[in-house]
């Protein structure tokens, strides 16, 4: 998906009358209701932290791990140090690979939270309109589409937030 747009209404009827309109767009768009009644801000990945640390952090296990394993191994190969003696010569490089692996695995944890999340202050705001008691619609069109800036104007809304660019 493209672009990505929180537009922030005050009542529910005015984000069903928008959302009835973006949904006869073509290329269709993806629409998200978000607030009382609707989907809660926790479930939503743009909006919750949490989600997006979690997500990062899978994608860099999954790099990690493998390269963690190769380096334990390789460690183990290219130092004469007997750690594993116990193992035998093809145990050895195997538990050092798991040992890299698991390091690979810690790695991906603390490099996941040492990220900040991309537009932190536009989703604080979001979420802040959210407690306020506004409903939000997320509106994300499909790469090289265009979003109908016109018609989410035409809904008068309180805010629009472009969450995130892909």
């Known amino acids: 998906m493209g672009l990505c747009v929180a537009v922030v209404l005050d009542d529910r009827a005015r984000l069903d009358r928008l959302q009835e309109e973006l949904a006869a767009v073509s290329p269709p768009l993806r ?3 978000v607030g009382a009644g609707a989907t809660p801000p926790l479930e939503v990945m743009d909006l919750n932290p949490a989600l997006q640390r979690s997500r990062r952090q899978r994608r860099m296990a999954l790099w990690l791990l493998p390269f963690g394993f ?6 183990t190969f290219i130092t004469d140090l007997d750690t594993f003696r116990f193992a035998g010569p093809l145990g050895e490089p195997l538990l050092g690979g798991l040992l890299g692996m698991g390091s690979g695995w810690m790695g991906s944890f603390a490099a996941a939270a040492s990220v900040s999340g991309d537009g932190d202050d536009r989703v604080r705001s979001v979420r802040n309109r959210l407690e306020e008691g506004a409903m939000v ?3 994300e069109a499909p790469a090289g589409a265009t979003i109908p800036w016109t018609r989410l104007q ?4 309180r805010a ?3 969450l995130r660019e892909d």
């Open 70 to 75: 190769a380096a334990g191994a390789m460690f």
């Open 154 to 157: 035409a809904a008068r809304p």
């Open 137 to 139: 619609l997320l509106v």
């Open 31 to 33: 629409l998200t209701a």
């Open 160 to 162: 629009v937030v472009r």
